[in-house]
């Protein structure tokens, strides 16, 4: 998508002051242009869809590098024991 660091550059100052968020995705499965209504929607999802997101360096360097999973990390990171009840924007 063109605004694909657009939207990221936008959405990271939130990401970063807000602890309940664990990411921020630009993909959606259902984002076909016959499907959405508003382009400008930013949606609070407790699914983490593992294409085409972001996380803080904080969250990376002081909780999930050191436990990162060799594979299926996108499996492991929406398990409640990962999510912790945080968020994703999409």
Do not use: C
Request: net charge negative; proline share 6%.
């Amino acid at each position: 998508a063109p605004d694909f660091f657009t939207y990221f550059r936008a959405l990271a100052p939130l990401l970063d002051r807000d602890a309940t968020l664990l990411a921020v995705s630009a993909y959606n499965d259902n984002g076909f242009e016959n499907h959405v209504q508003d382009t400008t929607r930013i949606v609070r999802s407790d699914f983490f869809p593992g294409l085409g997101w972001m996380m803080t360096r904080k969250l990376w360097t002081g909780e999930l590098e050191a436990k990162w999973p060799a594979a299926f990390w996108d499996d492991w990171l929406r398990e409640p024991a990962q999510r912790m009840g945080r968020h994703i924007l999409r």
